[in-house]
């Protein structure tokens, strides 16, 4: 039996290595993918494993998923898909907390089943801004709920997050050092954990309903809001510029007196609303020059409360409609928006206006606003001559904006993307994302090169760039990962994870039932996950939950899959990547995400089990 394995040199030196690993991760002192790098070039080193294996991790399917799966997400943000959704949670939610709350939890948990987790926060960071910008929802009663369930629907697929990439490499290594005449061990499918998934979202979106909402209201108590986040600038704007309202069509009408107006002129009626783009023929322009021409038939891109541009559209016989048929792309977030800009001492446009400058021709921005020793002009804006310190509103294109900026005559202070954003893709991306999918569900290729597929088609069709999709891949995740993988290897093969295992049984009541056994698998690999990366615990445990299935007469899938799914059970620290990404934003305090994660966490550990005995039931 293991207990009975003697403690071998080649054991001591891979448990050495564990704790090594645990403590630099533990006490930071040097970083996690080095740590990661010693740690390989050691195993390689000493022979622990073949030299012509040790760098196998960097080409196994469990990276090259990763890696797919990050510039996957990257493609569907440079087609402004989450910005879109960020719009249609709003409409649906209908400006009730908890509706809108839950909504925006369900779809980041289902978008988080084919992503990895990081990424999908990183998505969805700005995203909520804007929910909590337009619904007056905090950012602290937004995040947790938020991450959670992006956490707990990775668990829909097995490309949800890096452990589970990981579990079916680790499963296959698993078979070379299994015992004479035991089965071999399947990879599972891309939907093998779906049960879990569905009751672990299902479960994170009730607790929040019920509890864990009320536990955040109490926590909110202290205020400290007033940090505008970039991507909140609906809220802030209005609030200091008094520029609010909606964006609005309005086509000219053969009645109307604006046909033969040049933009200046209409611009100066009475009441008009902020006029920011017009389509005459086939020009479109996002902040036209104050001399194009208004003809029967142009659209006009307005922004401004509804009532007002109402008002206008009837006094100047304008057709409107809120529904941006013709502009769409245009006004999409993703690719234009509302800017602030500080003018330097050296800038060029000191004593000019942004009529002399010529602003809309020469750079296609609008100038909104202008903040001046806490005044803020709107009236004739374009007329007054600008001085060094001037804060500046703009409206434009963001490519337009970066390309202005780099001249350095101002200096944008408000977050926005740099890189060339591609509605007009919009589809493709879908269509492409959507394929993926398919083919994943038919299971015939492998889930890595299924990945890769959308990939090349993303990259084909001009989705993403090259360069774009290189920049998307975290490459201390890749390394992370793929350095850590033979440390698992080693567990397995040097009889380390059965000297383990063995000697758990030893110290546990004889006769304990396999899901007691998986509690504390699922407990131990929690703990572990606090105090190294997720990908460090599941490497480290999976190899010892098998070997203690195969001792206690267990499943060893249902051992592993309950690990792996452990391994992300981290609600409580920022060792995991999506809580690190919320607790500054939303000024979380430590015994705040205890205090709310803990009993979430416990939730967890009971569905993993519970579930996992269930589906594997049948092939006791």
């Known amino acids: 039996m ?114 990895q987790n990081p990424s999908v926060m990183s998505l969805y960071l700005p995203v909520a801004a804007r929910l909590s910008a337009r619904s007056g929802l905090s950012m602290s009663r937004l995040l947790l709920p938020l991450a959670a369930a992006i956490v707990m629907g990775a668990a829909l697929t097995m490309v949800g997050n890096s452990p589970l990439i990981l579990l079916n490499d680790l499963l296959v290594s698993a078979n070379n050092n299994l015992p004479s005449g035991t089965a ?13 998934g569905i009751t672990l979202l299902a479960a994170a979106l009730l607790y929040f309903h019920f509890y864990g909402n009320r536990k955040l209201a109490e926590l909110e108590g202290g205020g400290g809001e007033e940090n505008v986040t970039p991507a909140r600038t609906e809220s802030y704007f209005a609030r200091t510029y008094g520029i609010e309202g909606d964006v609005f069509e309005l086509v000219v009408s053969p009645e109307s007196p604006l046909v033969g107006m040049a933009v200046a002129e209409a611009e100066s009626l009475h009441n008009a609303p902020l006029l920011l783009a017009l389509k005459s023929g086939n020009d479109t322009r996002l902040a036209p020059p104050a001399d194009m021409r208004i003809w029967v038939g142009s659209v006009l891109g307005v922004m401004g409360p509804r009532q007002q ?16 048929r013709n502009l769409g792309d245009l006004f999409n977030p993703a690719r ?10 050296t800038s060029r446009f000191i004593g000019k206006s942004a009529r002399e400058l010529r602003l809309r021709k020469q750079l296609g921005i609008s100038l909104l606003a202008i903040n001046r020793d806490k005044q803020v002009i709107r009236e004739d804006v374009r007329s007054v001559p600008l001085r060094a310190g001037d804060m500046l509103v703009f409206h434009s294109i963001w490519q337009d904006l970066a390309q202005a900026a780099e001249s350095r005559d101002f200096a944008v202070v408000t977050d926005y993307p740099k890189g060339e954003q591609r509605p007009h893709k919009f589809k493709i991306a879908m269509a492409i994302f959507a394929f993926t999918i398919l083919i994943a569900l038919t299971g015939k290729l492998p889930v890595s090169l299924t990945l ?17 999709a290189y920049a998307a891949i975290s490459w201390k995740t890749v390394f992370l990962t793929a350095c850590l993988i033979p440390l698992g290897w ?10 383990v295992a063995g000697n ?4 546990l009541p004889e006769g304990t039932p396999p899901w007691l056994l998986q509690i504390v698998v699922a407990v131990l690999t929690t703990a572990f996950s606090l105090v190294i990366s997720h990908v460090g615990a599941t490497i480290v445990m999976v190899p010892i ?18 690990t792996a799914l452990s391994a992300s059970n981290n609600f409580m620290t920022a060792s995991n990547p999506v809580m690190s990404m919320v607790t500054g934003p939303a000024n979380y305090a430590s015994r705040d995400l205890w205090r709310v994660g803990a009993p979430l966490s416990a939730l967890y550990t009971l569905i993993v089990v519970v579930v996992v005995n269930l589906m594997f039931w049948g092939g006791r």
């Open 309 to 324: 541009v109402a008002d206008f559209a009837q006094n100047q016989f304008l057709r409107m409609s809120s529904r941006l």
């Open 490 to 499: 080693a567990m397995d093969s040097s009889g380390a994870a059965a000297w």
């Open 545 to 562: 939950a098998i070997n203690l299935a195969l001792a206690v007469g267990g499943d060893p899938t249902a051992f592993a899959l309950v």
């Open 184 to 196: 071999t061990l399947e990879q599972l499918p891309m939907f093998a954990p779906a049960p879990v």
């Open 452 to 468: 890769m597929t959308g990939v090349a088609g993303m990259l084909l069709t001009g989705v993403l760039k090259m360069d774009e």
């Open 336 to 345: 234009a928006g509302i800017s602030e800009a500080v003018l330097p001492p």
């Open 2 to 115: 293991e207990s009975g394995l003697t403690l071998t040199n080649d054991m001591r030196l891979v448990l050495g290595l564990v704790g090594f690993s645990m403590a630099m991760f533990l006490f930071d002192r040097i970083r996690a993918d080095l740590v990661a790098l010693v740690v390989l070039v050691v195993l390689g080193v000493t022979g622990l494993v073949a030299p012509e294996e040790i760098f196998s991790g960097f080409s196994g399917n469990a990276v090259i998923s990763i890696m797919a799966t990050m510039v996957l997400g990257a493609g569907l943000d440079r087609t402004g898909a989450l910005n879109r959704l960020a719009g249609w949670l709003l409409r649906r939610g209908h400006g009730k907390e908890k509706r809108l709350l839950a909504m925006t939890s369900l779809v980041a948990g289902l978008n988080s089943s084919f992503m």
């Open 504 to 507: 758990t049984l030893d110290r």
